[in-house]
Structure formats: C-alpha cells, structure tokens
C-alpha cells in the first residue's frame, strides 16, 4: 500500500499564511491549550474574498493574532464554514459572524451541538456525575474532574452563539469562489462532521475525520451515554475513503498529506487493533470502563486526558457489545462491568 507523503512543512501557530493552492487556498495555525496544541485552519478564494473554514478556539490569544491576519489580507472574509462543533473548530464563530456579519456554514446536528454549549450541559448535572459513575469513577476522582473542568473553562473569553446558520449536509455542494465543493458527511468524532472536497483542485479539507499521524478521539460522551459512535464512525471512514487516491487532504491537525486511502485504511485496522486489545483485557479481568482505560492508555496528563480515554474506551466496548463480543453488567455500587461473553 502507497505511504503517506507530505508536501508542506507547518506555519509557526501564530498565524503565518502558506499558500498550499496558490491563489486558491492559504493555511495558517492557531494555538490550542491542550495536549494537542494547534489547529489548522484554511482561507479559500472566495471571490475578492477568502471563506473561512474553521475559526480556531475562543481565546483571548486567537482573537488577538485574528485581529492581526485580518487586515493583512487582500479582500474580506466572506463566511464561515465550521466543519464540526468542538470549540477548536467552531469556538469563535459567533464572534466572527457578529463582528463580520458574514453567515455561518454547518451540518444541522453539529450546528445545534454546539447550541449545547450555550449553557445547555453542565459538569455538575447528575447525569455528567451517573455517566462517570457507571464508567468506574469514585466520588472523589469525579469531583476532581468537576473541579478542573470549571477551572478549565474561566481561560476562555466570552462569545456570543452564531444565531442563525446555512446548512450543509453530506451529498449537497457548497460553490466558493469559482469552485463547486462537495460536502461529504461522517459520523462517530462528532454528530454530523462535514468534510468538503473540491474535484477541481483535488483538495480534501477533511476536519478531524481524517488525520495523517493520530486518529480522531471518538468517544461515547455523558449527553448520549447509550450511543455506538465506533460503528458510525468505520462507516464514514470507508465512506470518505472512496474519494481518490491522489487527493491533497488538509486536516485540521499536524500537517497536510497525499494518501488518502492508505491513511483509511491505516486508521480502519487501528481500530481493529484497539477492538482486539480490549477484548483480551476484559477475558485476561473483567473491569469498568474506567479500569480498562487504565490498564489500555496508562498514565494521562489530566482530566481532558482522561474524560478522552474514558470516552475512546467506552466507544470500543459499546461497539464490542453491539457484536457480542463483550457484554455489560451493572454492579452495585452503580458500574457497569465489561467481561468476554460466555459461549
């Protein structure tokens, strides 16, 4: 199988443009605080104009080199496109709407997750605190991670939420420009993740459905405790998979590839891999979600880190239940307990 190569080295995070389609498409970088520090995002020709696609997360800091990059460029932004609702991608969409007014572009299911975060969800709710429990956490390490999310979230400015939006959804076209993009849908990282793919440039601008050296977190989370986002999210991979070979993917983290479907396929029996390991961990001691993430990811960094691992390893048992191959059993003290299936 083809590997992936590489055609661009990265911008410095603090928002330097490359040309990556000459006239058609700049990248720049923004900072992120966290594990995974930066993300890309892209400016398209629009016109005397530029599309954005992603905005970066709602810091004062990304404001700041926003507020640099703006002027320097050669014609206004014209909208948004965020791929997804993670406050990576979408974080500064109100405020970019409201201070451009320029109209918002996203999938129906992403554009009202993110409505979620407008205070619609709390780390405090009983029903945050039963998903952790039935995971395997103790009061006490829950409230730990109460604690550091609350903590977590005063470094972000205030924002206001995008009000209205345009759709996109998988198998519509979005015209920026002199170019007609296709909107290829994916589940599992996220409800509704819009990929576009423009086959007039041969470009790919894939979000986090399709990375070159990481997988994208998909995680059963505590607002759909019951969900199965593995088995969706194969799905969009062999979906997104079929575009062609020689595409020039630019994701939303490390760097710009060719290799689309060798990099499908990679991610495909990575988590084939993952599937078989917890598996074997759960026939070698039947354990909590917590316990597997554990014994699987070992040590973390923090509580991200950790609710992340929690949701990756919950998405593998889910799937593994799905097919039999491990079932769930509620325990007394309100876990749930993972063990191979009996024959």
């Not at 109460?146 to 924002?159: H, Q, R, V, W």
């Not at 988590?271 to 554990?294: F, M, R, S, W």
Request: glycine share 10%; with cysteine.
């Amino acid at each position: 199988m083809k590997t992936l190569s590489f055609p661009f080295q990265a911008p410095a995070s603090n928002g330097e443009l490359i040309d990556v389609v000459p006239g058609q498409i700049k990248w720049l970088r923004m900072p992120l605080p966290l594990a995974l520090n930066h993300i890309n995002l892209y400016l398209v020709r629009d016109g005397a104009g530029w599309r954005m696609v992603d905005t970066g997360i709602n810091t004062k800091e990304t404001r700041a080199i926003w507020e640099r990059v703006l002027p320097a460029l050669d014609g206004p932004i014209t909208g948004i496109v965020c791929t997804h609702h993670h406050g990576d991608h979408c974080g500064l969409a109100g405020w970019f709407t409201e201070k451009l007014r320029v109209p918002l572009y996203m999938s129906r299911a992403e554009y009202f997750a993110m409505r979620i975060y407008d205070g619609g969800f709390s780390a405090d709710s009983w029903e945050f605190r039963e998903f952790f429990v039935r995971a395997g956490m103790s009061e006490a390490e829950l409230q730990v991670l109460i604690d550091t999310l609350n903590g977590f979230n005063k470094i972000f400015s205030e924002s206001p939420m995008p009000r209205a939006y345009q759709r996109l959804r998988d198998g519509g076209t979005l015209t920026i420009g002199d170019h007609v993009w296709q909107v290829w849908g994916g589940e599992g990282h996220s409800p509704e993740h819009a990929s576009l793919y423009c086959p007039d440039l041969g470009v790919l601008l894939s979000g986090d459905q399709l990375l070159a050296r990481i997988s994208p977190n998909v995680g059963v989370l505590p607002f759909e405790p019951e969900a199965n986002p593995l088995e969706d999210w194969l799905a969009s991979l062999a979906h997104i998979g079929r575009l062609p070979g020689e595409t020039l993917v630019l994701p939303a983290h490390e760097l710009p590839f060719h290799g689309l479907k060798a990099r499908a396929e990679e991610l495909r029996q990575h988590h084939q891999g993952v599937l078989d390991k917890i598996e074997a961990l759960c026939a070698g001691q039947p354990d909590t979600a917590y316990g597997l993430a554990n014994r699987y990811f070992g040590s973390r960094g923090g509580s991200m880190d950790s609710i992340l691992a929690i949701a990756e390893t919950l998405a593998h048992l889910a799937y593994l239940c799905g097919q039999g191959r491990v079932q769930r059993e509620l325990q007394q003290d309100g876990s749930h307990q993972y063990r191979v299936r009996a024959a």
